[in-house]
């Protein structure tokens, strides 16, 4: 962990403390997010400790497998109740962004099957973040599955110090901010959208689904680490900048709870047109979080000056 910064790694250890099942004992001296700022976005109040209480839920959400479903076009949900995965299908392979907990990956893979495709499929494996709820299963994923691991450069040093069982983390290639990954006539553009993470990566592609083409963004989280410095204020400023000018009709999150997923789901049991095309829904996480944002900064004004 000692190239981690030390805010992420607070960042990091504070989720797995409070939520994350086996959590060590160092680990959960760390005291949750606090309880404030308070901010209300569209009639709903928020504060950093209950952001995190919602992208994590209870440790058995973070393991219970979540129906696998079709999000829009070629991409799949195939994550957990509270910790997203993805698999986007192609003729020449499948893409897996996330594998999450390594404890997660067997659940992930069973996704994969009850959707009628084959594990060993999947050829990329992408990252949206270095923390562990994101992608502490990368190396299982790698050695079931043969990937390819895509990493962020700026995540590279966090990903290295993330060994579970003393694993190395596999990377296989490295992409810079703006660059694509194509397989089988999709392609994901990586965009860097860094402060969570210094290497937390958006990704965006295009799906068809009934003659149309709708643009699709994989958010990366937009929440604030507790501790603001100079350049995460400058990284997010720069990031939610950035994600408001993505084109978008489908925006998923790295938790469900950042794009409505229960909700949309259960719209999708209903039938109708697809409650995933939500383009006036892409932003409101963003909306969230820079409140919040906002709000923390107000807190510590010498973060504030560069
Ligand atoms: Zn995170």
Aim: net charge neutral; aromatic share 6%.
């Amino acid at each position: 962990m000692k190239t981690m910064s030390r805010l992420n790694v607070f960042a990091c250890l504070v989720g797995v403390a409070v939520f994350g099942p086996g959590a060590g004992t160092s680990q959960a001296q760390n005291p949750p997010p606090a309880d404030h700022p308070a901010v209300t976005v569209k009639g709903q109040t928020y504060t950093p400790r209950s952001i995190l209480a919602r992208n994590m839920g209870t440790p058995e959400d973070q393991t219970t497998q979540f129906p696998p479903h079709k999000v829009v076009g070629n991409i799949y949900y195939v994550g957990t109740k509270t910790l997203s995965s993805f698999l986007i299908v192609t003729p020449a392979g499948n893409i897996l962004l996330d594998s999450t907990y390594e404890r997660n990956v067997r659940t992930i893979e069973k996704s994969v099957t009850d959707l009628g495709f084959k594990f060993s499929d999947v050829k990329i494996l992408l990252g949206n973040h270095a923390h562990g709820d994101h992608q502490e299963g990368d190396a299982l994923v790698k050695q079931l599955t043969g990937a390819q691991v895509i990493v962020m450069a700026e995540d590279v040093p966090a990903l290295q110090a993330m060994k579970p069982g003393g694993k190395e983390h596999p990377i296989d290639k490295i992409v810079h901010d703006g660059e694509a990954v194509t397989l089988g006539g999709t392609t994901l553009v990586a965009h860097l959208t860094a402060g969570h993470t210094s290497g937390c990566t958006t990704w965006t592609t295009t799906a068809q689904e009934g003659g149309r083409t709708y643009n699709v963004v994989f958010s990366c989280s937009l929440r604030a680490p507790a501790t603001l410095t100079p350049a995460i204020v400058g990284e997010m400023n720069r990031s939610f900048k950035l994600v408001r000018t993505l084109p978008c009709d489908v925006q998923v999150g790295d938790h469900p709870a950042q794009y409505n997923m229960h909700e949309k789901y259960a719209k999708l049991q209903k039938g109708g047109p697809n409650p995933f095309i939500d383009p006036a829904g892409c932003t409101v996480e963003a909306d969230i979080q820079e409140a919040m944002f906002k709000a923390v900064l107000a807190e510590q004004p010498q973060a504030a000056r560069p």
